[in-house]
């Protein structure tokens, strides 16, 4: 099952090296340093958000779960 897909930039042939250069592009890319933007969050506010709800879904969770202890009748069978 090979495919004809690369996986990487440039062809890569018997006689393709790699050379300082391209080692020092790519991490730079990873490390935020290149002159291309690095993939950052995009929307601060998603994430704040996102963080809001969760947050509020936790609150009202707890709350209703004590709610519930305190309306919920308990009863004790006893065997004979």
Do not use: C, H, Y
């Not at 730079?28 to 994430?47: H, K, M, Y």
């Not at 969770?61 to 009863?75: A, E, I, P, Y």
Request: aromatic letters at 4%; a neutral charge; charged letters at 30%.
């Amino acid at each position: 099952m090979e495919s004809d897909t690369r996986m990487t930039d440039r062809n890569s042939g018997p006689d393709s090296q790699i050379t300082s250069a391209d080692l020092e592009e790519r991490f730079s890319r990873l490390t935020g340093e290149s002159d291309e933007n690095p993939s950052a969050i995009q929307r601060p506010s998603i994430v704040a958000g996102a963080l809001l709800i969760s947050g509020m879904l936790i609150i009202a969770f707890l709350f209703g779960r004590r709610l519930g202890r305190k309306r919920s009748t308990f009863v004790e069978i006893v065997r004979v």
